[in-house]
Protein backbone atom coordinates (compact mmCIF):
# COMPACT_ATOMS: atom_id res chain seq x y z
CA UNK A 1 0.00 0.00 0.00
CA UNK A 2 2.73 2.71 1.05
CA UNK A 3 6.27 2.62 -0.23
CA UNK A 4 9.17 3.14 2.04
CA UNK A 5 10.21 6.71 1.52
CA UNK A 6 13.99 7.26 -0.58
CA UNK A 7 14.98 11.23 -0.75
CA UNK A 8 13.38 13.95 1.53
CA UNK A 9 10.37 15.42 -0.90
CA UNK A 10 10.61 19.11 0.75
CA UNK A 11 12.58 21.07 -1.25
CA UNK A 12 14.69 22.56 1.97
CA UNK A 13 18.35 22.88 2.23
CA UNK A 14 20.07 19.36 2.43
CA UNK A 15 22.26 17.53 4.35
CA UNK A 16 24.04 14.23 4.37
CA UNK A 17 21.86 11.93 6.17
CA UNK A 18 22.28 10.72 9.70
CA UNK A 19 25.42 13.55 9.56
CA UNK A 20 26.29 16.03 12.40
CA UNK A 21 24.51 18.79 10.32
CA UNK A 22 21.42 16.48 10.38
CA UNK A 23 21.20 15.78 13.25
CA UNK A 24 21.99 18.99 14.71
CA UNK A 25 18.98 20.60 12.27
CA UNK A 26 16.37 18.14 14.26
CA UNK A 27 17.57 19.61 17.13
CA UNK A 28 16.88 23.20 16.41
CA UNK A 29 13.40 22.01 14.90
CA UNK A 30 12.30 20.24 18.08
CA UNK A 31 13.45 23.50 20.07
CA UNK A 32 11.21 25.02 17.32
CA UNK A 33 8.30 23.34 17.49
CA UNK A 34 8.80 23.62 21.94
CA UNK A 35 8.86 27.59 20.52
CA UNK A 36 5.71 27.25 18.18
CA UNK A 37 3.45 25.29 20.94
CA UNK A 38 4.42 27.51 23.46
CA UNK A 39 3.72 31.03 21.71
CA UNK A 40 1.77 30.08 18.30
CA UNK A 41 3.12 30.19 14.70
CA UNK A 42 2.66 33.66 14.90
CA UNK A 43 4.28 34.95 17.29
CA UNK A 44 7.75 32.78 17.35
CA UNK A 45 9.84 34.41 15.57
CA UNK A 46 13.11 33.26 13.80
CA UNK A 47 15.07 35.54 17.06
CA UNK A 48 12.98 33.15 19.16
CA UNK A 49 13.56 30.46 17.71
CA UNK A 50 17.49 30.92 17.42
CA UNK A 51 17.30 32.15 21.02
CA UNK A 52 16.04 29.05 22.40
CA UNK A 53 18.63 26.55 20.64
CA UNK A 54 21.69 29.38 21.89
CA UNK A 55 22.53 30.16 18.40
CA UNK A 56 22.48 33.24 16.54
CA UNK A 57 20.18 34.30 13.65
CA UNK A 58 22.63 34.10 11.50
CA UNK A 59 23.77 30.72 12.52
CA UNK A 60 20.20 29.31 12.02
CA UNK A 61 19.65 30.40 8.24
CA UNK A 62 22.68 28.08 8.28
CA UNK A 63 20.13 25.41 8.72
CA UNK A 64 16.61 27.21 7.45
CA UNK A 65 15.98 30.24 5.44
CA UNK A 66 13.10 31.33 6.93
CA UNK A 67 9.97 30.41 9.34
CA UNK A 68 7.98 29.09 6.06
CA UNK A 69 10.90 26.33 5.86
CA UNK A 70 10.93 25.39 9.49
CA UNK A 71 6.91 25.07 9.44
CA UNK A 72 7.60 22.74 6.26
CA UNK A 73 10.08 20.81 8.20
CA UNK A 74 8.03 19.96 10.93
CA UNK A 75 5.37 18.46 8.87
CA UNK A 76 7.63 16.27 6.66
CA UNK A 77 9.33 15.34 10.30
CA UNK A 78 5.25 13.99 10.89
CA UNK A 79 4.47 13.07 7.77
CA UNK A 80 7.91 10.51 7.37
CA UNK A 81 7.56 9.27 10.64
CA UNK A 82 3.73 8.37 9.46
CA UNK A 83 4.42 7.09 6.11
CA UNK A 84 7.59 5.03 7.52
CA UNK A 85 5.52 3.20 9.98
CA UNK A 86 2.58 2.78 7.46
CA UNK A 87 5.14 0.98 5.14
CA UNK A 88 6.02 -0.98 8.14
CA UNK A 89 2.28 -2.20 8.58
CA UNK A 90 1.64 -2.46 4.89
CA UNK A 91 5.22 -4.90 4.84
CA UNK A 92 3.99 -7.09 7.96
CA UNK A 93 1.57 -9.50 6.37
CA UNK A 94 -0.64 -8.82 9.22
CA UNK A 95 -5.06 -8.57 8.88
CA UNK A 96 -6.95 -5.69 8.43
CA UNK A 97 -7.74 -5.64 11.95
CA UNK A 98 -4.15 -5.32 12.65
CA UNK A 99 -3.13 -2.95 10.48
CA UNK A 100 -5.84 -1.03 11.70
CA UNK A 101 -4.81 -1.37 15.55
CA UNK A 102 -1.51 -0.79 14.59
CA UNK A 103 -2.42 2.54 12.68
CA UNK A 104 -4.69 3.87 15.40
CA UNK A 105 -1.94 2.94 17.83
CA UNK A 106 0.36 5.42 16.03
CA UNK A 107 -2.10 8.28 15.54
CA UNK A 108 -2.81 8.28 19.44
CA UNK A 109 0.77 8.24 20.76
CA UNK A 110 1.78 11.05 18.03
CA UNK A 111 2.41 14.06 20.51
CA UNK A 112 3.94 11.49 22.81
CA UNK A 113 6.59 10.58 20.17
CA UNK A 114 6.99 13.47 18.57
CA UNK A 115 5.74 16.33 20.75
CA UNK A 116 4.28 19.88 19.10
CA UNK A 117 4.47 18.37 15.56
CA UNK A 118 1.28 17.05 15.43
CA UNK A 119 0.09 20.31 16.70
CA UNK A 120 1.95 22.34 13.92
CA UNK A 121 0.26 19.83 11.66
CA UNK A 122 -3.81 20.75 12.72
CA UNK A 123 -3.23 24.24 13.60
CA UNK A 124 -0.48 25.79 11.54
CA UNK A 125 -1.48 23.75 8.15
CA UNK A 126 -2.99 26.48 6.66
CA UNK A 127 -0.05 28.77 7.85
CA UNK A 128 2.68 27.26 4.99
CA UNK A 129 3.09 29.09 1.83
CA UNK A 130 0.97 27.73 -0.92
CA UNK A 131 3.88 25.80 -2.78
CA UNK A 132 4.73 23.68 0.48
CA UNK A 133 0.87 23.49 1.50
CA UNK A 134 0.64 21.73 -1.63
CA UNK A 135 3.76 19.19 -0.67
CA UNK A 136 2.59 18.70 2.91
CA UNK A 137 -1.12 18.35 1.48
CA UNK A 138 0.14 15.43 -0.92
CA UNK A 139 1.86 13.64 1.98
CA UNK A 140 -1.36 13.56 3.61
CA UNK A 141 -3.35 12.41 1.06
CA UNK A 142 -0.90 9.51 1.02
CA UNK A 143 -1.48 8.45 4.58
CA UNK A 144 -5.20 8.94 3.81
CA UNK A 145 -4.85 6.31 1.31
CA UNK A 146 -3.25 3.90 3.23
CA UNK A 147 -6.07 3.87 5.83
CA UNK A 148 -8.73 3.73 3.09
CA UNK A 149 -6.74 0.52 1.40
CA UNK A 150 -6.76 -1.33 4.79
CA UNK A 151 -10.42 -0.22 5.20
CA UNK A 152 -10.90 -1.67 1.74
CA UNK A 153 -9.31 -4.81 2.46
CA UNK A 154 -10.68 -5.71 5.84
CA UNK A 155 -14.16 -5.06 3.56
CA UNK A 156 -13.13 -7.30 0.86
CA UNK A 157 -11.81 -10.64 2.81
CA UNK A 158 -15.02 -10.07 5.81
CA UNK A 159 -13.36 -9.11 8.48
CA UNK A 160 -15.33 -5.29 8.17
CA UNK A 161 -18.18 -4.63 7.50
CA UNK A 162 -19.34 -3.34 4.32
CA UNK A 163 -19.38 0.71 4.67
CA UNK A 164 -18.04 3.86 2.61
CA UNK A 165 -14.55 3.37 2.46
CA UNK A 166 -13.71 7.47 3.17
CA UNK A 167 -16.09 8.18 5.12
CA UNK A 168 -14.96 5.68 7.39
CA UNK A 169 -11.45 6.74 7.25
CA UNK A 170 -12.27 10.12 7.79
CA UNK A 171 -14.16 9.48 10.67
CA UNK A 172 -11.13 7.21 12.22
CA UNK A 173 -8.91 10.49 12.01
CA UNK A 174 -11.68 12.31 13.88
CA UNK A 175 -11.36 10.11 16.59
CA UNK A 176 -8.08 9.28 17.06
CA UNK A 177 -7.47 13.51 16.83
CA UNK A 178 -9.37 13.33 19.96
CA UNK A 179 -6.60 12.36 22.65
CA UNK A 180 -3.64 14.46 20.37
CA UNK A 181 -5.51 17.72 20.88
CA UNK A 182 -6.35 16.88 24.60
CA UNK A 183 -2.55 15.67 25.59
CA UNK A 184 -1.49 18.63 27.12
CA UNK A 185 -4.17 17.97 29.72
CA UNK A 186 -4.21 14.21 29.87
CA UNK A 187 -8.25 14.45 29.78
CA UNK A 188 -8.15 11.93 26.87
CA UNK A 189 -5.70 8.90 27.43
CA UNK A 190 -4.43 7.54 24.19
CA UNK A 191 -5.92 3.80 25.19
CA UNK A 192 -9.70 5.40 24.78
CA UNK A 193 -9.05 4.92 20.92
CA UNK A 194 -6.47 1.86 21.05
CA UNK A 195 -9.46 -0.87 21.43
CA UNK A 196 -12.02 1.18 18.47
CA UNK A 197 -10.66 -1.18 15.78
CA UNK A 198 -11.16 -4.19 17.37
CA UNK A 199 -15.06 -3.77 18.52
CA UNK A 200 -18.13 -4.72 16.86
CA UNK A 201 -18.51 -1.45 15.01
CA UNK A 202 -15.36 -2.36 12.91
CA UNK A 203 -15.66 -6.20 12.85
CA UNK A 204 -17.86 -8.95 11.83
Not at 18 to 28: A, P
Not at 47 to 67: C, P, Q, V
Not at 84 to 97: F, M, N, Q
Not at 133 to 146: I, L, V
Request: glycine share 8%; proline share 3%; charged share 25%.
Amino acid sequence: MVERRGARSAQVKEFAPGGKGERRRREILDTAAKVISKVGYANASLEDIAAANKISKSALYHYFRSRDEILFAMHEVLANDFLDHAAEVSESGASATEMLRAAIGKMVRANESIPGYVQAFFEHYHDLSPAFRRKAGARSAEYTRFIEGIVELGIANGEFRPMPVRATALAIFGMCNVPNSQSTSGSWPAKLLWYSAGSSTWCQ
